[in-house]
């Protein structure tokens, strides 16, 4: 098992910028697949981006395409998702996971962060 934790969360103003990171400890961080999923009250959680770890491929969902940015960097175990052009729509609570497969369904992932709030104001 996988132990995650975020921070970087908060309150910003529509159209402005956060950067979320996620740290790792347990298994070998660079044999993860990194993402980041989010969810809104009464939403499904939604799939916003991943970092794969055999090439460092990213996959963005739909909604944040061109905004989001996700990283990693393997020697201090750590993934980022760099947040821009925020929309009150990105109000969520975004979650760090961790799994295996490379896939970016909620069941390819087996390890979970606790979740930090985002607040986009309009």
């Known amino acids: 098992q996988v132990q995650l934790v975020e921070s970087g969360g908060g309150l910003v103003q529509a159209g402005g910028s956060l950067r979320l990171s996620c740290v790792a400890s347990?298994?070998?961080?660079?044999?993860?697949?990194m993402g980041w999923f989010r969810q809104a009250p009464g939403k499904e959680r939604e799939f916003v981006a991943l970092i794969s770890w055999i090439d460092g491929t990213a996959y963005y969902g739909f909604s944040v395409k061109g905004r989001f940015t996700i990283s990693r960097n393997n020697a201090d175990n750590t993934v980022v998702l760099q947040m821009n052009s925020l929309t009150p729509e990105d109000t969520a609570v975004y979650y760090c996971?961790?799994?295996?497969?490379?896939?970016?369904?909620?069941?390819?992932?087996?390890?979970w962060g606790q979740g930090i709030q985002v607040v986009v104001s309009s």
């Open positions: 996971a961790a799994g295996f497969t490379g896939g970016v369904r909620l069941t390819d992932f087996d390890s």
């Open positions: 347990g298994r070998a961080f660079s044999r993860l697949s």
